[in-house]
């Protein structure tokens, strides 16, 4: 009794693989999902992009990441000793500069996708490339300010404030590190066509990430610098 | 190698008008407001406009902020469900960090 219970739950489960195989064929064939953009690779049951609905879920947590170094820095941003606090370190029109480098790169990533999806192979390796180097003259510009608040005297553990600036930033400096060496791999197989799959949407996901390191810096320019404590 | 990835078919074209948003043009009106809300933002750090400081500065920030997801990340022209995704997140995170800062009592000074 229990060898053909066994035997008709391996026929169903065939039979659902089968029926899956089948919708995400017609899926593909078809079109879709008229919403998605999504053109070709895996696709979810939804008829969804795996690998787009999965960086969409990476960005959700990393929220809750962000969330919390920020939270922590709003508490700690007034702990620190006289003279070494945000009105006397603080130089805006320099990270001004600098965010409006980082807004720059979200244009030219944002262009980067618009080439690919076009199928501009030239075109998404020149805006990949800008935006490549944007990034690194952001983060030029963040470890400049570090060396300088470094010789002002002010160290990862000189004060709560300085630990909690310290560990957002260069955590924000981190992912955009992450998002260069992105960059600069997706200029390289979009060059040597090693891109599995489709390769506007491989160019997509990059830029999801490069903008989330943006829009998580529009928050810090603003809580972090241009609201005094 | 080519310069092309694939050899593009009308119908691919005008599907990709259909699905992608906004044109590259667009893209740049959108880059310049953003810019603009950023120096707006830097100018109010200069001027005194009194109580509305706080308020002001908040306000611009969130348009910034959703105006790169709407637009940039597509947000707005994906499907729902990506977007679902990413709200929880956010959703989420503002929830438990408010309820967390308040139990510090951030908010009460």
């Known amino acids: ?229 | 190698m080519t310069d092309t990835l694939e050899t593009p078919s009308s119908q691919d074209e005008h599907a990709a008008d259909e699905h992608h948003g906004p044109s590259d043009k667009q893209f740049v009106t959108i880059f310049l407001i953003l810019a603009a809300i950023t120096a707006v933002e830097v100018a109010v750090t200069y001027i005194d406009i009194g109580p509305l400081f706080l308020p002001v500065l908040l306000g611009l920030m969130v348009v910034k902020f959703f105006t790169v997801v709407l637009y940039f990340m597509h947000i707005k022209f994906d499907n729902n469900v990506f977007g679902r995704l990413f709200y929880i997140g956010l959703g989420l995170a503002v929830f438990v960090y408010a309820a967390a800062l308040s139990t510090f009592q951030f908010f009460a000074g």
């Not at chain 1, 262009?111 to 935006?131: C, E, P, Q």
């Not at chain 1, 002010?154 to 930033?169: A, I, K, M, P, Q």
């Open chain 1, 1 to 229: 009794m229990s060898e053909s219970l066994i035997s008709d739950t391996v026929k169903d489960a065939v039979e659902i693989v089968k029926d899956h195989h089948h919708d995400v064929h017609d899926h593909d064939v078809h079109g879709g999902d008229d919403h998605s953009g999504d053109h070709g690779g895996h696709h979810t049951s939804l008829g969804l992009s795996n690998t787009k609905l999965a960086m969409w879920l990476f960005l959700g947590s990393e929220c809750l990441l962000f969330g919390g170094l920020i939270s922590t820095y709003m508490l700690y941003r007034n702990r620190h000793s006289e003279n070494l606090g945000p009105d006397q370190l603080w130089d805006i029109p320099f990270t001004s500069a600098t965010s409006f480098v980082l807004l720059t790169s979200s244009l030219t990533m944002v262009l980067a996708v618009s080439a690919a999806k076009r199928k501009d192979l030239r075109n998404t390796k020149i805006y990949l490339g800008v935006t490549a180097l944007l990034g690194g003259l952001f983060l030029a510009g963040q470890i400049y300010e570090f060396t300088v608040f470094y010789r002002e005297g002010l160290g990862f553990t000189t004060s709560l404030f300085s630990s909690s600036f310290f560990t957002l930033t260069g955590f924000h400096g981190v992912h955009v590190s992450i998002g260069i060496i992105m960059l600069v791999a997706m200029i390289g197989m979009l060059s040597k066509e090693k891109v599995s799959g489709d390769e506007a949407e491989a160019v997509e996901m990059v830029g999801l990430y490069w903008h989330f390191v943006d829009i998580v810096w529009i928050i810090i320019f603003t809580l972090v610098y241009l609201i005094p404590a």
